[in-house]
């Protein structure tokens, strides 16, 4: 299974409270925003994909638990990107400070980090 592009524009625009809303209303659908008209639905995990992901994980989890320099987050987080969109990456750590200098609300909600790592 490919990714789903939908493009809404010129139809629909989604501030960032709608697109929360949908996700939140939706929570079977793995959804990631290119733009503010541009929603894709993510495919489920395969296997092979899924055990490297859960490895890198374990070892991000293990690594902070001895080192507590930050959180470590799962697929499912979602973080706003700088220049616009919504994505989740397969593996997420969060140093510490980073953390901190979140407000309660934002914690809550979709991240806004721009900084990401991505591995193939």
Do not use: H
């Not at 925003?33 to 489920?44: A, D, E, G, N, T």
């Amino acid at each position: 299974m490919s990714v789903i592009i939908l493009d809404s524009k010129p139809c629909v625009y989604l501030t960032d409270d709608q697109y929360y809303e949908l996700c939140r209303k939706n929570p079977e659908l793995k959804l990631e925003r290119v733009r503010s008209s541009q929603l894709m639905i993510m495919p489920s995990t395969r296997g092979e994909s899924g055990r490297k992901n859960a490895d890198i994980i374990s070892q991000l989890v293990v690594c902070n638990k001895k080192k507590k320099l930050g959180f470590t987050l799962d697929y499912s987080t979602e973080f706003k990107l700088p220049l616009g969109g919504d994505r989740s990456p397969d593996d997420t750590w969060i140093e510490l400070e980073r953390w901190r200098s979140l407000s309660n609300e934002a914690k809550k909600n979709f991240l806004p980090f721009a900084q990401m790592l991505f591995l193939s």
